[in-house]
């Protein structure tokens, strides 16, 4: 067998046995066929509720 030969039989053994690309995970798990629901969907907004008077609020 000469290393030309060997050579190639080397490149067809190492495409055999090279890993597949994989898939990303992350991709997979966050697609939906639809968006997901919030888990605060309360089917609407809620009322405004004000404060008794001289409460007050700050952020």
Known sequence: MSEVE???LMDVVRTAIAPEPETDSMTRLFSFPYPPKAAND???AWPLIPF???WSAAC
């Open 6 to 8: 060997y050579e190639l």
């Open 42 to 44: 309360n089917h609407g």
């Open 52 to 54: 008794p008077d001289g």
